[in-house]
């Protein structure tokens, strides 16, 4: 693993991890919005998935958690029966494509979060929408750790409250992220070179995440998720800048 790789992967961590400890989610697409200028799309999607589910279990142990089963188990059917869907897509994807939709992801759903509060509350779809969004969480979360995505969105539009809200996605990414950590096992998507990896993420964002966590002074949580979305939506055109016009020229 070469010097590159290893400053790419400490980088993306840390401001992940810093991220997600203050804000609560978005750890993978940070992390990506970094590691998808210089890492393959298979070693990026096995450390952003550990990396997410790193930063789970220590939320696990420093912030408060609900756990509301009736709202919840309708997303982890769905998730858990996407992943595989998501771990099969995976081995297809190549550097530039991967560049592609990652930024497409991110110029869409940034922009949807931020307006999301503003567009009206959605009440139909019941049980049954939920858990279509848990299974499209599962499969994007099969091939780069986005497990909670979609369902965030969703929720926000669902108008829950932060409480109910926070229930659902945290213990909904921690079943995710662990499922998908063990079919990446299973399916030999974690190789012996990626090993020093973990290694790298793991220490990388262990502080920057506790630190995260206890930041609460001096800006508001909704005014930081405000400059990471506008941030992550400039990254994703950025992505899309570079990665459009070679498409275009194997046309």
Not at 16 to 25: D, E, I, R, T
Not at 40 to 60: E, N, R, W, Y
Not at 128 to 146: T, W
Not at 157 to 165: A, E, G, M, N
């Amino acid at each position: 693993m070469d010097t590159t790789i290893i400053l790419s992967l400490a980088l993306g961590a840390a401001l992940a991890g810093f991220v997600q400890g203050l804000s609560g989610f978005a750890f993978s697409l940070v992390a990506m919005s970094i590691w998808a200028w210089t890492l393959d799309p298979k070693l990026a999607a096995v450390m952003a998935v550990f990396g997410s589910l790193t930063g789970q279990v220590i939320a696990a142990f420093s912030v408060r958690r609900g756990f509301d089963l009736a709202r919840l188990w309708p997303f982890l059917l769905g998730g858990l029966t996407g992943i595989p869907i998501g771990v099969a897509i995976l081995p297809l994807l190549d550097a530039n494509m991967f560049k592609a939709a990652l930024g497409l992801l991110l110029v869409i759903w940034c922009p949807a979060m931020l307006f999301a509060t503003h567009l009206p509350a959605i009440r139909f779809g019941g049980r049954a929408v939920d858990g279509a969004v848990g299974l499209a969480g599962g499969v994007m979360g099969g091939f780069g750790g986005f497990t909670g995505v979609l369902p965030t969105l969703w929720c926000t539009l669902r108008r829950y409250d932060k409480h109910t809200q926070r229930s659902i996605i945290q213990n909904f990414n921690l079943a995710t992220l662990a499922a998908t950590m063990l079919a990446y096992l299973a399916s030999g998507a974690v190789t012996r070179e990626m090993l020093p990896g973990f290694a790298v993420v793991a220490p990388a964002m262990l502080i920057p995440t506790l630190f995260g966590t206890r930041l609460y002074i001096g800006i508001s949580e909704a005014s930081f998720r405000r400059v990471v979305l506008g941030l992550l939506t400039l990254s994703g055109f950025a992505l899309l800048a570079s990665s459009l016009p070679k498409f275009a020229g194997a046309s």
